[in-house]
């Protein structure tokens, strides 16, 4: 018995029979009377990046628009994880309700695609793979089905620190940015961590106790940091202030144990 989900439908289980090879499903799942058969399927397309390196990114497309779509950039969180074509009540909605095509990148360092394809935004190289998501814009533009002027990126975690990074480097061609649970203000969310903190929070909580940071980043210049500060306060309070970051935690410079269990 295996619990199977799909783009189209959230889990069910389905039972194999290995001597007649044949599958029977168990169970199935309410979508509170919705019509299952306007649920929309994604496309797989690889578009190429700065380096002409194939990035892979999940395409969904609303049925009717009657012209150029708008479009949702939806990043994964991790940054070592991958968009899979899961059910998605929030995208289905988007996609059929509001037709707003969404498209799920997996940009470089995502899981799923190799080692290399996984390292290749450590360090130095995080910014890389913000780069993705221009090649991405551009793909957009590109694209006739969609309306390259009408661009929202949206992401929780380290999806929202893309979405932070994204408005910084292309907010020329971005309507709106969605930055839920941001990695970018990492000293404000460690209360609730701090019984099981993940391996890569040491460098900088320890940082924080020194008094040595205000703000982490990977190999980004402090006018980056500056930029993400207010536009990060933008979901938390009416009033926009500018607030400098006094120190810059790299941890690519971290002497410590990353790779710890």
Known sequence: AVTLNGAVGPGDAWVLNLGKTHWSQWTASEVGGLDRGAF?????????SFDKREIP???????DTGGAAPVVLLIH???ESQFRPYFSATIQ????E??????????????????????LDNGFKREDSVKDIGALLDWVAADEGL??????VYGGSYGGYMVLASLVHFGDRLR??????????????????????????????????????SCFTTGIDPGFANDLFPMTLMGLC????????????????????????
Do not use: Q
């Open 40 to 48: 929309v399927e994604p496309e797989l397309i690889h578009y190429p």
């Open 57 to 63: 990114a999940f395409v969904f497309r609303p049925r």
């Open 77 to 79: 969180g991790g940054p």
């Open 93 to 96: 909605y988007l996609v059929g």
């Open 98 to 119: 509001l037709g707003v095509a969404v498209v799920a990148p997996n940009v470089r360092g995502s899981a799923g695609y190799g080692k290399s394809y996984l390292l």
């Open 147 to 152: 309306d390259g002027d009408r661009v929202a």
């Open 176 to 213: 709106a940015g969605i930055d839920v649970c941001s990695t970018a203000m990492t000293p404000w969310i460690w209360p609730t961590m701090h019984l099981n903190p993940p391996n890569w929070i040491e460098p900088i909580t320890v940082a924080c106790e020194l008094g040595e940071a």
């Open 238 to 261: 009416s009033e926009v202030r500018t607030v400098r970051a006094s120190e810059l935690l790299d941890y690519t410079h971290y002497t410590g144990d990353y790779d710890r269990e």
